[in-house]
């Protein structure tokens, strides 16, 4: 069964590091998203990226954060330099066609120390 | 501001027992309704979508949804002790946005 895989699983950086995120999405899918939820949190949204561009962003995403699709597999979340409040489960999703089911990806847990 | 509310619970039911677990959203427009379910430290984990008012259902689960009321309820029957997981609400709204939006969740514990 195809799936959304996410590396890595783990990650703690020091504060101030870039740190970048990977997700391989489901192949046929076009709607990419990332999310993330801090300990205890719900689910928030960040970003959603459709035709090679973001679509749409949320108030957490902003200059320090960003995305790209290089190759046509890979969608990568960039944190530029990054605080201790960064700290948390950043989810890959996607979506085959418009207002359809969401896949998750297992996540990455992101320490800031 | 779309807005998806869950009670948080923790809800307790007997192994057994149906489970039934409630969700309200803002956005009179939204067309797209799923549950996930969300194990400790994972990722979450698509149960049921449903689209359209009525019952949908799939195995032990059971989803409703009330457009006129802003409702979209599960119902998990014979519930087992490995159904104990957070449940999120997702609902995709119109309007030009395109975006799941997710409810805290609710806490469920299946106790033997």
């Known amino acids: 069964e195809p799936e959304v895989t996410q590396t890595p699983s783990h990650q703690v950086t020091q504060m101030g590091q870039e740190v970048i995120l990977r997700c391989v999405p489901i192949?046929?899918?076009?709607?990419f998203y990332w999310y993330r939820q801090i300990l205890g949190q719900k689910v928030e949204f960040l970003v959603s990226?459709?035709?090679?561009?973001?679509?749409?962003k949320s108030e957490i995403f902003d200059d320090q954060f960003s995305v790209e699709r290089p190759d046509g597999s890979n969608f990568t979340l960039k944190i530029r330099s990054t605080k201790l409040e960064d700290s948390a489960m950043y989810f890959c999703?996607?979506?085959?066609?418009?207002?359809?089911?969401?896949?998750f990806g297992q996540g990455t847990r992101l320490t800031v120390v | 501001q779309k807005e998806v509310e869950q009670n948080s619970g923790p809800l307790s039911v007997p192994e057994g027992a149906i489970a039934s677990l409630n969700c309200t959203y803002s956005?009179?427009?939204?067309?797209?309704f799923f549950w996930y379910r969300q194990y400790s430290g994972k990722s979450p984990e698509l149960i049921m979508s449903?689209?359209?008012?009525g019952d949908k259902e799939d195995g032990r689960f059971t989803a409703q949804l009330n457009k006129a009321s802003q409702y979209v309820s599960l119902l998990i029957r014979d519930s087992q002790p490995s159904d104990s997981a957070t449940y999120l609400c997702a609902v995709i709204g119109t309007g030009g946005s395109y975006i799941p939006t997710f409810g805290r969740g609710t806490s469920l514990i299946v106790h033997p």
């Open positions: 990226f459709y035709n090679n561009e973001i679509s749409e």
């Open positions: 449903i689209y359209s008012n």
């Open positions: 956005d009179r427009v939204s067309q797209s």
């Open positions: 999703a996607s979506i085959e066609l418009m207002n359809t089911e969401a896949f």
């Open positions: 192949s046929n899918h076009l709607y």
